[in-house]
């Protein structure tokens, strides 16, 4: 059980808040009253929350972010991780060191210095991170091998950062979505239809996945019924690594 009651507004923070499933969990934890602070390199659209213009893949610009946090808020309840990029669809022939290295920073690396410096502020009340992989931690794409790489690694981190953190009453859990009609997609794909009808039939269930449908399941994963949850990934993509 978190040590903090029913009553106590949670406090969140939310990298890669500016936009797609970030800007989508931040409205929901609004909607719940969580005070929230977001962190991403670019600012969003939400005046609601306390921004950090942060580029995580500084050890240092995380490290003063999360300064700046403890000491507005102390302690905080929720460590969310979704900043993420894709890269360019290329073979490992192709790709350039720097493109394969720069996914790894953001994806692996900036997940890795956000959750360190946060874990001081999760410590006292418990509480929760949550890490996002995707289907491709699982099933295999041509042509994207550096993201692929950087969603597998999630997983590995995230059970490891569970049995570290457990004995502290930190859980950490990882979402792995399946396509979703964000701008990560969309700069590929025109427009949501053009995106349901690349990618919708691969899904058994119908349909690509909504911002929703991510945000539902990592809200459950930091709530009180998945109290005694820790180090999973949770696949929330309608059957794709069934069939895929
Ligand atoms: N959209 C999908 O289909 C899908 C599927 C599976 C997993 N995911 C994962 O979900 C997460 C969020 O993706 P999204 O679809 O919301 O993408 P998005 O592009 O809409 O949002 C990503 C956010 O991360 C921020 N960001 C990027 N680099 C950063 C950095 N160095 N420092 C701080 N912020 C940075 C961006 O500014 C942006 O606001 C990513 O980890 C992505 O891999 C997305």
């Known amino acids: 059980m978190q040590s903090t009651g029913q009553a106590a507004q949670q406090i969140s923070v939310v990298t890669g808040c500016a936009s797609g499933l970030g800007a989508a969990l931040v409205s929901s934890l609004l909607e719940r009253g969580h005070r929230v602070h977001g962190i991403d390199v670019r600012a969003g659209e939400e005046s609601r929350i306390c921004f950090h213009a942060c580029d995580l893949r500084s050890v240092e610009a995380t490290e003063a972010a999360f300064a700046r946090i403890a000491q507005r808020e102390g302690d905080i309840d929720n460590l969310f991780n979704f900043a993420g ?18 996914v ?26 949550i890490n996002v992989g995707s ?14 790489a950087s ?12 049995l570290e953190l457990a004995s502290r009453g930190i859980r950490v859990n990882a979402i792995a979505p399946g396509t979703v009609a ?22 058994p269930m119908g349909r690509i996945c909504a911002p929703q449908d991510v945000v539902d399941a990592a809200l459950w ?13 949770l696949y929330v993509d309608g059957g794709y690594t069934l069939a895929n």
């Open 85 to 102: 990029i894709r890269g360019s669809k290329a073979s490992v022939e192709q790709i350039s060191a720097q493109e394969f290295a720069a």
């Open 104 to 129: 790894l920073e953001v994806n692996l690396f900036g997940t890795f210095h956000a959750t360190r410096s946060a874990v001081p502020l999760l410590s006292k009340r418990g509480g929760n991170v």
């Open 135 to 148: 289907i491709l931690g699982r099933s295999i794409v041509p042509g994207a091998s550096q993201y692929i």
């Open 151 to 162: 969603k597998f690694a999630i997983e590995g981190f995230t059970k490891a950062c569970a």
């Open 182 to 203: 964000t701008p990560i997609n969309l700069q590929a794909f025109e427009s949501y239809d053009a995106l349901m009808a690349a990618y919708g039939s691969c899904y």
């Open 221 to 233: 994963l930091t709530g009180p019924n998945a109290a005694f949850v820790t180090g999973q990934v």
